[in-house]
């Protein structure tokens, strides 16, 4: 629960407005660029930032992700981009759905295990990312189905769905990740092209974002005071980000963000140790008897 004391100490650690405005612009730009993934920047920035416990970090990691989701979508809808409304819609209520799940989910899980999850989905992703840089993709951009069962709707409608409650509960929940699920989950299942991915991607997390935030908002693992401020300074980031993402070479650009989210990973890794050390009892050392 973020109680009175947790929100003075973030206010007061928390930096000036026009830091916390940077932050939300920065994630923005982020996640325009890969059509969600904004939450990996959050998360660590607002670790830093401010003094609140870690399920509170991921809630308003997911609350600053409105601006993201809704601008970008917009963007991408408006300015050359396109949406896969045939899966989308499903993984759009999909991910509704489980946003409600994965708020409340994040209450019972260890501090421990957030962390080790937040270092897996950065590594995977840095696995992805190096791939499609490489030009290693063993299916050559093409769909894991064919191309007939697609266009079936008793096969999209339900694995839509599907794939939209379990990534909308991993969002809510931790705040960070979605993006980065649902952009492959919709070029592998669904044939999707990247750009029409990411577009379709951040339209399916606007109502998941703010399902999630109303979620944490009501248990007390959100700072909505802060969010707002994220939210804003996110608007121009998120059209910025859809707009170069729409001009510039997306290998160029995966490159650039495995590189951050792999440093972000071993600094994760690097502070789990460091926290073991800190906590492990010390040894005692035994003294020989004199002769």
């Not at 998360?43 to 993201?68: D, F, Q």
């Not at 992805?128 to 697609?150: H, M, N, R, T, Y």
Request: with cysteine; hydrophobic share 50%.
């Amino acid at each position: 629960m973020v109680t009175k004391a947790d929100k003075q100490t973030a206010e007061d650690s928390g930096g000036s407005t026009q830091a916390r405005l940077g932050v939300g612009f920065t994630g923005g730009v982020i996640g325009g660029l890969l059509g969600g993934g904004s939450g990996v920047f959050y998360v660590p920035a607002l670790e830093k930032l401010t003094s609140l416990p870690r399920p509170s970090l991921h809630g308003t990691a997911g609350a600053a992700n409105i601006a993201v989701c809704g601008v970008g979508a917009a963007t991408f809808a408006m300015v050359g981009g396109s949406i896969d409304l045939r899966a989308g819609t499903g993984m759009l209520v999909g991910a509704t759905v489980g946003a409600v799940f994965g708020a409340r989910l994040i209450l019972r899980v260890s501090h421990r295990l957030l962390q080790w999850l937040f270092i897996g989905i950065l590594l995977v992703t840095c696995a992805k990312l190096f791939l499609d840089a490489a030009g290693a993709d063993p299916l050559e951009g093409s769909a894991v189905v064919s191309a007939s069962l697609i266009e079936n709707v008793w096969f999209t409608v339900p694995v839509s769905i599907a794939l939209g409650v379990v990534i909308g509960a991993w969002s809510a929940g931790m705040g960070l990740g979605g993006g980065l699920l649902a952009v492959p989950a919709l070029m592998l299942v669904f044939g999707a092209d990247l750009t029409t991915a990411e577009g379709t991607s951040l339209l399916m997390f606007l109502p998941n974002a703010i399902v999630g935030t109303v979620v944490h908002a009501r248990q007390g693992t959100t700072d909505l005071r802060l969010a707002t401020l994220l939210n804003i300074g996110a608007v121009p980031g998120a059209l910025i980000g859809v707009l170069v993402a729409l001009a510039l070479d997306l290998k160029v650009l995966g490159l650039v963000f495995a590189v951050f989210a792999l440093a972000v990973a071993v600094r994760e890794i690097y502070r789990i140790v460091a926290e073991h050390r800190s906590t492990r009892p010390a040894t005692r050392v035994r003294s020989s008897p004199t002769t």
